[in-house]
């Protein structure tokens, strides 16, 4: 995609960012971006962002435990975790993810979309020892030891789950628009 951030890219008049926290800010109590790096380019939109608290790059996993860390301080029960990317994101997702008791994850179209979940924060010290002594890293191999209760969603006519990855991804989101 061109490098920098994906989710800054322009899908119609606001970046995909922007789409993705329409759909979310109004199911959740708080809002913040989990991010690296200079948190200064995500000023515009008034999240705290938070920064993996792990040395090596440890991918989405470290983002969660960040999550489920903010969370956790702020007296959060559970949290929720959604890409950046996923612009047409369920305006339902919280309640159904929580009707299904936590930790929850969506799927569609026979596939579970492992960094869409509500997580209790009770996993945070769990997942912290699996990533700093055991150096997991896949999101798949944390879940799988969870066995979540996973949420279907009808991929018709478009999967709510559509992830921008490619300059044809994003043409044909805008084309949805």
């Known amino acids: ?7 800054l890219l322009r899908l119609g008049d ?11 800010r109004p199911q959740v109590a708080a809002l913040a971006l989990n991010a690296n ?18 040395a090596d790059f440890a991918g989405p996993l470290a ?10 301080a702020s007296g959060a029960a ?5 890409p950046a990317d996923t612009p047409f994101l369920p305006r339902d997702l919280v309640a159904r ?5 936590v930790p929850a994850l969506a799927r569609s179209r026979g596939r579970t979309h492992p ?12 997942l912290r020892a699996a990533l700093r002594e055991e150096g997991l890293r896949k999101v798949e ?3 799988a030891r969870l066995g979540p209760a996973l949420v279907e969603y009808a991929a018709m006519p478009e999967d709510p789950f559509f992830n921008i990855n490619t300059p044809d991804d994003l043409a044909h989101a805008a084309a949805l628009l």
């Open 1 to 7: 995609m061109g490098g920098g951030d994906k989710c």
């Open 14 to 24: 606001r970046t995909l960012l922007a789409h993705v926290i329409d759909r979310i």
């Open 37 to 54: 790096g200079d948190a200064a380019r995500f000023a515009g939109f008034g999240l705290p962002v938070l920064a993996d608290d792990h």
């Open 63 to 72: 983002g969660i435990l960040a999550a489920l860390d903010w969370a956790a």
């Open 78 to 82: 559970a949290v929720l975790t959604v």
């Open 97 to 101: 993810l929580a009707a299904a008791g």
């Open 115 to 126: 960094v869409v979940g509500l997580w209790p924060v009770g996993l945070r010290d769990g």
């Open 141 to 143: 191999d944390w879940t």
